[in-house]
């Protein structure tokens, strides 16, 4: 699974920004799909994330506290692009925006959980 992020930039505090994660590869294969953000001198931090794939959750989202309501996650239903609306953007906002996709084999012997990560997005908003 190959993940690209776009859609980051500079942007004033108050306005508004829509980043992009476009999958391929086995994209057939995610179950999950999410933002990230790493602030500078801080770890990295859940955003957002969407099921996807076969799920009987399909669609089912999931927001850190802090964007409740300012940010929404959503998908094309081809389920392999990724969106992160942004808006009411403060500068505590400012961080590299990851894009994250799971997949989750399950076998005889259990399940196992993969990770796959985007190169990252710039989003700085300006006081």
């Known amino acids: 699974v190959q993940l690209v992020e776009s859609g980051g930039g500079l942007v004033r505090a108050g306005g508004s920004l829509t980043l992009s994660c476009a999958a391929s590869g086995r994209v057939i294969d995610i179950n999950v799909m999410g933002w990230f953000r790493q602030a500078r001198g801080q770890q990295r931090e859940l955003v957002a994330t969407i099921t996807t794939g076969d799920s009987t959750n399909y669609g089912t989202t999931n927001y850190a506290d802090f964007v409740k309501g300012r940010f929404t996650i959503s998908r094309d239903n081809a389920g392999n692009t990724v969106y992160l609306r942004m808006n009411s953007l403060t500068p505590e906002d400012t961080a590299v925006y990851y894009c994250?996709?799971?997949?989750?084999?399950?076998?005889?012997?259990?399940?196992?959980?993969?990770?796959?990560w985007g190169q990252g997005t710039q989003v700085t908003v300006s006081s």
């Open positions: 994250n996709a799971v997949v989750i084999v399950t076998t005889i012997e259990g399940s196992r959980e993969f990770n796959y």
